[in-house]
């Protein structure tokens, strides 16, 4: 299967499993409703009765806003205008490449998403990778059967990170890019060293996520029990399809920045009042909706190579076998009869 056929069968095995779609924003939605209550105690606190209470519950009142940050602590630190409209997506991309720590409130319910996310994501994948419902009760087991082997998997995740961060980020852009730049006089180049480091950077989390990611997809579509020989599994599989597997990922990337870039153009800001600021929120809305699409995509196209890569028998939805095999297992089984001459 070449990368394209990967990407076009990853959105069909996405399409045909809208309740996954439906599922990961409820769940963002739950993770975050607790902060959202936090925050409007704190800004309900902040505001009282007074005047500028009227103006900003009619609409966005900016002297208001520039005030309350000022004087905000903990949570309210967060509450800033960039995470309106497209300015969130940049804030989110300059933290990450800048090691920026998160505030420890966002820390808290990271780790908590995180959790529920490991737990969660054995059942979505084997969904996905089974291309055809598994049902509740389907579900839920391959949700169960996976979730300690990808606990033991973020684990080793998180501490490479952590290296990537903490040590490599630190060296590049503390050392490297401070020496290359000490007795530079022009801005444009030191511009460009540390967009270069960027990249190198970048680099580094793309390979080590793409590994990470095929761990995933072998733990689920062969029934690996270790994490470590699904990494070291996973590592082969990217050296000996780098190429491909790398196009793949850089295709999905694609698709993203296409997002994200519509978004950017029809996205107006936080307009002060009336119906356009419920619609830049309804935009924002739809705009994480399909962030979640592409993160379904990532785990479907890449799913669909990895089956293709190895041989694995397209799956069909019947005959219907008997839980708990695995998708490799259901694979062979549904597999169409060769007849050898």
């Known amino acids: 299967m070449s990368v394209t056929a990967a990407f076009r069968d990853g959105v069909r095995r996405v399409n045909a499993a809208p309740i996954l779609i439906v599922g990961m924003c409820t769940l963002t939605l739950l993770v975050a409703l607790p902060l959202s209550l936090v925050l409007r105690g704190l800004i309900e606190s902040q505001l ?5 209470a009227d103006a900003a519950g009619s609409g966005v009142n900016y002297d208001w806003w520039q005030e309350f940050s000022a004087q905000a602590s903990g949570l309210g630190t967060t509450f800033v205008p960039s995470i309106v409209g497209f300015g969130a997506v ?25 959790l529920l996310w490991s737990f969660l994501s ?11 419902p598994t049902r509740a009760h389907g579900f839920f087991a391959a ?10 998997l973020g684990v080793m995740a998180w501490f490479i990170y952590y290296l990537l961060f903490a ?5 590049l852009f503390g050392r490297v890019y401070e020496s290359a730049v000490a007795n530079l006089a022009v801005e444009r180049t030191a511009f460009a060293i540390r967009l270069a480091c960027y990249l190198l950077f970048g680099a580094l989390l793309l390979f080590f996520n793409i590994i990470f990611d095929y761990a995933r997809v072998r733990i689920v579509v062969e029934d690996r029990r270790s994490a470590i020989g699904a990494l070291a599994a996973g590592a082969r599989f990217v050296r000996r399809h780098f190429g491909q597997a790398v196009a793949l990922y850089l295709l999905n990337g694609a698709a993203f920045l296409t997002v994200a870039l519509l978004y950017a153009v029809i996205s107006p800001g936080a307009p002060r009042s009336g119906i356009a600021m ?8 739809m705009y994480i909706v399909a962030r ?10 890449e799913t669909a190579f990895f089956q293709s890569a190895l041989a694995h028998a397209a799956y069909t939805a019947a005959p219907v076998v008997l839980w708990p095999d695995s998708p490799a297992a259901e694979s062979i089984v549904n597999a169409a009869p060769t007849v050898v001459r």
């Open 48 to 52: 009282g009765s007074s005047l500028a």
């Open 90 to 114: 940049l804030d989110n991309l300059s933290g990450l490449l800048d090691n920026v720590p998160l505030a420890s409130t966002i820390g808290g319910v990271t780790a908590a998403w995180l």
């Open 122 to 132: 054995g059942g979505v994948m084997d969904r996905l990778a089974r291309g055809r």
């Open 143 to 152: 949700c169960g059967t996976h979730v300690w082997r990808f606990i033991r």
């Open 167 to 171: 040590v490599v980020h630190d060296w």
């Open 278 to 285: 419920w619609g830049v929120l309804v935009l924002g809305q």
């Open 292 to 301: 979640h699409y592409l993160k379904l995509l990532f785990y479907a196209s």
